[in-house]
């Protein structure tokens, strides 16, 4: 059964704090995706990576970034926690191929920043 | 660029009734298209999606979507609702500019509640 797992699912962190959220995957995915839901404004990305070491921005990346170290392993960065990062975060992954292979979702890590 | 429009962020629906949900899609190439649910407070899980072939995608828990590249559209059905179904849908269209790194373009999400 393939498993998408997020190290956190609440989170209460104080605005200027540096927050990490981890995600891990055991599906041997290249690619990892770093997504914030609200409502109203479905999934937005912030970072995707396409292979370790490799990452590229989506389309809000400010206040953030992301690391891989190891193909099973994404993690976002918020540098310096704001209110307005107060979201639901999502962790996905999936095969390469060209938009025929569907992600992989965590479950999800609801950051309340104070 | 691809572009997702859900239509309804809400849909009501009585138990045993039609589930209709809406989706239509902006590509300039032929898209691949999906739908997600998201339960509370879990991640998103893949209903169906559509790649090529045929037209009409079978998904689980009995839901179905059609592909209809005149209309451009991608509506989700369900001939019976169930109180289980009650949940956030989302439809995505995959951002074929994006070099086969697999980005998803998600529509803002119509959530479902069933009445008894």
């Known amino acids: 059964d393939v498993k998408v797992t997020q190290s956190s699912r609440y989170l209460v962190k104080r605005t200027g704090e540096k927050v990490f959220l981890e995600c891990v995957q055991d599906?041997?995915?290249?690619?990892m995706f770093w997504y914030r839901q609200d409502p109203g404004l479905g999934l937005r990305l912030i970072y995707f990576?396409?292979?370790?070491?490799?990452?590229e921005k989506g389309d809000i990346p400010e206040g953030y970034s992301v690391s891989r170290e190891k193909k099973e392993r994404f993690s976002l960065i918020l540098e310096s926690a704001s209110t307005n990062q107060t979201s639901m975060y999502l962790c996905?992954?999936?095969?390469?191929?060209?938009?025929?292979?569907?992600?992989?979702f965590g479950p999800g890590t609801r950051l309340t920043v104070t | 660029a691809q572009s997702v429009t859900q239509l309804g962020s809400h849909v009501s629906v009585s138990e045993g009734a039609l589930v209709l949900l809406r989706c239509n899609y902006s590509?300039?190439?032929?898209?691949?298209l999906f739908w997600y649910v998201q339960y509370p407070n879990q991640g998103l899980q893949l209903l169906l999606k559509?790649?090529?072939?045929?037209?009409l995608v079978k998904g689980i828990n009995g839901f179905e979507a059609e592909f209809k590249k005149s209309e451009t559209s991608f509506h989700l059905t369900k001939p019976s609702a169930h109180m289980s179904d009650a949940a956030e849908y989302f439809c995505a269209v995959s951002d074929l500019g994006s070099g086969g790194y697999n980005k998803l373009i998600f529509g803002a999400g119509t959530r479902l509640a069933v009445h008894p």
């Open positions: 590509s300039s190439v032929p898209p691949y």
């Open positions: 559509y790649t090529t072939g045929a037209t």
């Open positions: 990576s396409y292979d370790v070491k490799m990452k």
């Open positions: 599906m041997d995915h290249e690619n």
């Open positions: 996905a992954s999936s095969r390469p191929n060209y938009g025929t292979h569907e992600q992989y």
